[in-house]
Structures are given as structure tokens and as C-alpha cells.
């Protein structure tokens, strides 16, 4: 394979700094990730500007990304693990047009990835940055809406009241229903949010060789995890954590050990399930893998 | 300590700070997250007013303006050339500073820079320590926490033995606390609240 170039064409726009944002903005923004970084899984305060999208397709993400970008850099942007849907060409040709620099489809190539709710199938590697769009970092607000009170939980490490939450899951209907965004302990000390990433993926958080930061625009919030962090999702001995699991495997690539979506194909109501890792799906498709194949992974 | 003055000379700046400032940041965002690599931020980092080393100058260059009150040990050259540079408040109250610079072997107590608070654990100095030699030396310290896989090793020369102990106390009272970033010239390694410290 040859090195990644830039796909979607080249040519930084004039009049604008490089990676859009201003210098001073991005030096407010490099302090709170630096802070972010010593205090894992805490929510720093940050003065989110307001970016030439709307709130809710990725401002804070598009930020952290910005602050970070340089012009070595090889950007990926996945929305759902998908590479090829409008939010993620978008803020890919963003970088592109603003930035110059190089952008790929292929995890491997990126030195940047920037997702919104997925973790690359492929492992991450040691210099890679994950960069998390999040649209509520609270883990406790739809149960604690007042920020001073939770932010009192969070400095008393007082999370008895999500406990209380996944357990009237288990005595209501038997098991934690929650199945994305589900809440993480970082460090052994912070109550986490995983961006509304599904449950499949919070297994991929812990021991990460790469290095995650998590940005939320609207809410004005970063957080990060550094490599190596023990990141464990909540629950109870009794009721242990699972991941989602599937009876067929992903119908265009025989993938049985990656996250599928659901697509509906017809008005009768047929459906079928596929690799929701467009990059994942497409390198095996290539490899020679398919429903048929015989599966390996 | 010379006046924060108005004849004092005023150092270089970055060639191109935009570059500069991102690249530098992304090696401190490294020694950072992963305590106990040594990072180099590379040659042709400006002269540095005294009494800072380039590396130092460096990352302050990167990082500081009109918001981040500076604390140095020893104003020095230094000082006017920052406030030039960079717009920074200029501290003489380790309480107050952002950042702060004092040499590895007589810094004051750490406890005597920002802590943060239970509920604002981030609003923490950022201490810069300036040692003498990074990856040799006479301490041999041990790593452990976030950003090591099971632990690191890491040698400094010209660290006060004292402040060792400091950095143990430093990092029991997390999440409060500061975070450290030595330097040796154009080296740098963090040792941020989160990383247990021992010697060998």
C-alpha cells in the first residue's frame, strides 16, 4: 500500500490560520488537553468557539482535532465506523481544505482519527490520537441535571446514584439494558462517559496503546485518556459487564468478531447485517474474506 | 532578580509560530501521556533569555498568553522576553501561576504552587523543573500510573533528593495536585499528578 495522500484534494483556503482555528484558541485548548491528560477521565471547562457547523456534528471534536493537527499529520474521520457518510466527509475535507494536510480511509495510515461514537475494529497503535465527538460528557446529567451538584459527586467520587440507575435496569428487566454510552470508571477514580459509543467498544478503551481525547462543543467540556489507563466498564458481581453479541456474521465481509449494523434492504422487510468498520470490512472484502470464505476474525 | 523590565533585552520568538507551537505542544502532549519517555523537541529551537534553558523557552513560547500567569525563579531576561512574546502576567505569588519554572535542585515546595480544588482539580500549576541531564544522572527514579504499561524507568541529574519525597505527596492528594514537566536542554519528560514515584 502506498503512503496515505490526501483524498480529498489539496490546497490550504487563504485567508484562513492553519486548522482553521485562531492561535489563541488553540493554545486555551492545548492547555485544557494537558490537563485533561493528568487528571483522567475529569471534565475540563473550556471556551468552546463557535465553528462553522452546528452544534451536534462534532464542533467539539473538530476542536480538539484543530489544536492538535500538524502538517505530518494523516487524518481519518469515521462517523458510526463508517468513512464515506456526510459527516465524516465533511470535517475530513475540512481539515483538508484548511489544514492541507493528508487524509485516509485506512486506520492504519491515520495518525489522527477523529470518530463520532466508534472504536476502529483494528487495534490502535502507540502514536495514534483518538479524537471523541461527544454530544453529553456528563455521565450523570439526565440523572443529576444541577452541573454544581455534579460536579460535587464527581470531587466527593460519590457515583452511588449510577449504581442505583444500572441496577433498576436488573430489577426492572433483568439485565443493564443500557447498550451504548455506557458509564466507565477511569483510573479507579472518575466516573466516565464514553461518548455514545456502543458497549461493544468500551472493552477497546482499556489498556489503549493509543491516546483518547474527548472534546464536546456545546457543552464546553475535554476529557482524556492516556495510554495504558485502566478503564473498566460499571457493574455488578453478580450481573457482569457483556458486550453485544450477533447469531450471523457480517453479511458482505463473514466478519463474526466486529460490531454489525442492522440495514433494512427492502419494503418487505428484509434485512441484513454488515460490518458497521467500513475500512474493517472493506480490507477483508479485499483479503479475499466473505460469508462464504470460512472465518477466521 | 533584575527589574521585569523595561531595558531588559528581549530574546527571539519562533521563526514561524504557528508550526513552532503546535509542534512543541504535541511533545509535551507525549511526555505527558506517557510518563518517563524522554521527548526531544529538536534542533533549531530559538536562544533562550536567561535563566531558562531552550527547552523551557520552547514550551512557554507555545503555551502561555494573557491568560496564563507565569511564576519564574529568577526573572532574568526571561520575564520581559515572555511578556514581549507572549502577553503573559508576569507572578511574583506561586499560588497564582499557570506555569511556573524553577531549577530541579532548589524549587520551592510544591505544595506552595495551585493545587487545584476538589471541584476544579485542572486549575493546577504546571511546574517546569530544569535539571541537569535526562536519561543519565545520579537518580534513578521509577514510574508507575497512566500513560506506562507496568513501569518505567527514568534518570535525572541534578534533581533535589527532597523534592522526590514531595512528588510521592504529590501524587497521594490526586486529583488535586500539580504536574511536572523536567527539562534538560532541548529534553523533556513529564511527571504529571497521576504517576507514582519511587528510587531506586
Known amino acids: 500500500m502506498s503512503a496515505a495522500t490526501n483524498i480529498d484534494g489539496g490546497g490550504t483556503l487563504a485567508g484562513y490560520n492553519f486548522a482553521y482555528l485562531d492561535e489563541q484558541t488553540k493554545r486555551m485548548i492545548r492547555r485544557a488537553l494537558l490537563k485533561a491528560v493528568a487528571i483522567p477521565g475529569y471534565q475540563v471547562p473550556f471556551a468552546s468557539r463557535d465553528m462553522p457547523l452546528p452544534y451536534g456534528w462534532g464542533t467539539g471534536g473538530i476542536q480538539v482535532t484543530a489544536a492538535c493537527i500538524g502538517q505530518e499529520d494523516v487524518l481519518k474521520v469515521i462517523d458510526q465506523g463508517a468513512d464515506d457518510t456526510t459527516n465524516a466527509v465533511s470535517i475530513r475535507r475540512f481539515f483538508a481544505t484548511t489544514a492541507g494536510v493528508a487524509t485516509t480511509e485506512r486506520t492504519v495510515e491515520a495518525s489522527i482519527i477523529q470518530t463520532r461514537h466508534r472504536i476502529p475494529e483494528k487495534p490502535l497503535t502507540e502514536g495514534q490520537i483518538l479524537v471523541y465527538q461527544v454530544p453529553i460528557p456528563e455521565p450523570l446529567r439526565f440523572l443529576e441535571p444541577r452541573e454544581r451538584e455534579t460536579r460535587k459527586l464527581h470531587a466527593l467520587a460519590d457515583y452511588g446514584v449510577m449504581h442505583v440507575r444500572l441496577y433498576e ?3 426492572r428487566l433483568g439485565r443493564i439494558a443500557t447498550s451504548y454510552s455506557y458509564p466507565v470508571l477511569v483510573n479507579d477514580r472518575y466516573v466516565m462517559s464514553p461518548s455514545p459509543i456502543p458497549k461493544f467498544d468500551n472493552p477497546k478503551m482499556h489498556m489503549n496503546p493509543a491516546l483518547q481525547l474527548f472534546g464536546a462543543g456545546r457543552e464546553k467540556r475535554i476529557y482524556a485518556i492516556p495510554p495504558f489507563t485502566k478503564v473498566v466498564s460499571l457493574d455488578f458481581e453478580d450481573h457482569p459487564f457483556e458486550i453485544q453479541k450477533w447469531d450471523e456474521p457480517c453479511a458482505i465481509c463473514g466478519a463474526t468478531g466486529s460490531y454489525l449494523d442492522e440495514v433494512v434492504t427492502d419494503d418487505a422487510g428484509n434485512r441484513m447485517f454488515c460490518c458497521s468498520d467500513t475500512d474493517h470490512c472493506a480490507e477483508r472484502v479485499a483479503a479475499g474474506e466473505g460469508p462464504g470464505a470460512g472465518e477466521s476474525r | 532578580m533584575a ?68 511564576w519564574l525563579a529568577e526573572a532574568g531576561e526571561a520575564a520581559a522576553s515572555l511578556r514581549f512574546h507572549c502577553g503573559c502576567p508576569v507572578t511574583e505569588c506561586t499560588g497564582d501561576a499557570v506555569f511556573a519554572v524553577a531549577p530541579g535542585g532548589a524549587a520551592p515546595a510544591l505544595e506552595e504552587f495551585a493545587q487545584g480544588t476538589p471541584d476544579y482539580p485542572d486549575r493546577s500549576t504546571t511546574l517546569l523543573l530544569e535539571v541537569e541531564a535526562l536519561g543519565e544522572g545520579g537518580q534513578e527514579l521509577v514510574l508507575r500510573g497512566p500513560g506506562i504499561e507496568e513501569s518505567a524507568v527514568l534518570r535525572v541529574g541534578g534533581l533535589d533528593a527532597g523534592l522526590v519525597g514531595q512528588l510521592r505527596a504529590n501524587h497521594r492528594s490526586f486529583p488535586q495536585g500539580v504536574d511536572i514537566v523536567l527539562v534538560a536542554g532541548s529534553r523533556i519528560a513529564g511527571l504529571p499528578r497521576t504517576t507514582e514515584v519511587e528510587i531506586r
Open chain 1, 169 to 171: 435496569d436488573i430489577a
Open chain 2, 3 to 70: 527589574a521585569l523590565g523595561t531595558d531588559a533585552a528581549i530574546a527571539e520568538g519562533f521563526a514561524d509560530p504557528v508550526t513552532a507551537s503546535q509542534e512543541h505542544f504535541r511533545h509535551l502532549l507525549d511526555a505527558l501521556s506517557r510518563p518517563g519517555r524522554i521527548v526531544e523537541l529538536g534542533a533549531g529551537l530559538p536562544a533562550a533569555p536567561a535563566p531558562l534553558s531552550r527547552g523551557s523557552y520552547a514550551l512557554l513560547l507555545s503555551l502561555l498568553d494573557y491568560e496564563t500567569p507565569l
